[in-house]
Structures are given as structure tokens and as C-alpha cells.
């Protein structure tokens, strides 16, 4: 596993922030994998691809010494491409533990498709009760109320293209549209993604070079 450390993105959604991207092989067997990701396509594919070969990136140890170095109360974001560490399904909650702790005062946030089952989602609870954020991410509006339901952190959820208003879930939740999808605002005036105790679910409007297979997911059961 190696990660990849922007200290300045030039991504016009995220802001001037940094960011991260991790190997593939932190990955899950997540639904979206060569059917929608977006960061399947485009110029943050060609950095995912370099860091997966082992031709740029940083080891564990390495990046969380970057981390460290970040300003207090940065606002960043880990994984632009790429999942917790661990390989596949499995969250590496050592590992994990020592990112939190290298995270310290920082507004870090990220999202994971990582399966909720119990050893993962003690180590997302964990997590976002020690101020990083991890945001639960849900195939549609279904999987977004069973994710919310653990309780282990705040919930996000890929949505058809064509949503660009709040709509609500089958249990009644309200799915905020995420700002950057519909406005100029970026990560780096709105942050509602690293607010770990939110009640709303934030939606992402399938986008992409692969946005209709993104939809179609999004518009799946679950």
C-alpha cells in the first residue's frame, strides 16, 4: 500500500486543500469499481494508476510523518481515489488507529466503501469519536438509511445525475445535494464532510466520464 500526498489541490470541487490517493488495493469489492467510479477516469486516474504500480507514493510510515507536518486545523481530505488502509473488505485498524493519531488537531475527513461489518465499524466509530472523519458511503438512497443505522459515523450517497435537490431516503432522512455538484462552492468554504456528528446525509450527483453507470447503481436496490 502506498499514499500519495497533495499538499495543494488543483481540483476545482475540492479547493485549494490537501488531499490524498491510495492504492487500489485498499479497494473494496465496492459496486462501483469499473462501473462509475470517477476516479476511474480522467488526470486523477493517471496519478491512481502510478501510485497502484508503485511508481509514486509514499509508505504508511512515511505519509503519516507528511501528515504530522500539515498546519493545525487544516481542513484535508484523505483518499481523492483509494479506501482505508487494509487490502480489499478489511479495514487495517492499527494502521487506521495511527492515521487518527497523526491526524491530531486537523479537520481530516474521508469516505469509505469499506463493508459495515462489526470489526469495520468499531474502527470507524472510533475514528470519527476521535475527531476524523469518516463518512459511511452508500450505494443509494436504501443503503444509505441500513448504513445510518449502525450509527458509526456520517453517511453519504451516490445519487442519480440528474438529482440536484434534497430528496429523502425511505426512512425519512434528508439527503443534502453536496454544494461543489451544484454551485462554485468548494471542500474548502463548505467542510461539511469533516463534521462527524451531522445528522444529514450528503449526496453526490453520479458525475464522471462513467456517470450513467453511476446512475444506475444509484437508482439500484439495495
Known sequence: MLTYLTRQSRNKKTGPIPVSTSSADTCPACPLKGAGCYA????????????????????????????????????????????????????????????????????????????????NLAAIRAANRAGFTINLSANNLEHADILADTGAGPVVVVLPAD?????????????????????????????????????????????????AKASAIARSAA
Open 40 to 119: 476511474e477516469s480522467g488526470p486523477l486516474a493517471i496519478l491512481w494508476r502510478k501510485v497502484t504500480a508503485g511508481n509514486a507514493g509514499l509508505t504508511w510510515a512515511e505519509f503519516l510523518e507528511q501528515v504530522e507536518t500539515l498546519p493545525r486545523r487544516v481542513l484535508w481530505r484523505h483518499n481523492q481515489a483509494g479506501d482505508l488502509p487494509g487490502a480489499g473488505n478489511t479495514i487495517d485498524r492499527e494502521a487506521l488507529a495511527q492515521l487518527v493519531k497523526a491526524n491530531g488537531k486537523r479537520r481530516g475527513f474521508t469516505y469509505t466503501h469499506k463493508p459495515a461489518t462489526r470489526s
Open 163 to 211: 438529482t440536484l435537490k434534497p430528496v429523502k431516503t425511505p426512512a425519512g432522512r434528508t439527503v443534502a445535494i453536496c454544494p461543489a455538484t451544484i454551485s462554485p462552492i468548494t471542500c474548502f468554504e463548505c467542510g461539511i464532510c469533516a463534521m462527524p456528528g451531522r445528522k444529514a446525509i450528503v449526496g453526490f450527483p453520479a458525475h464522471g466520464a462513467s456517470k
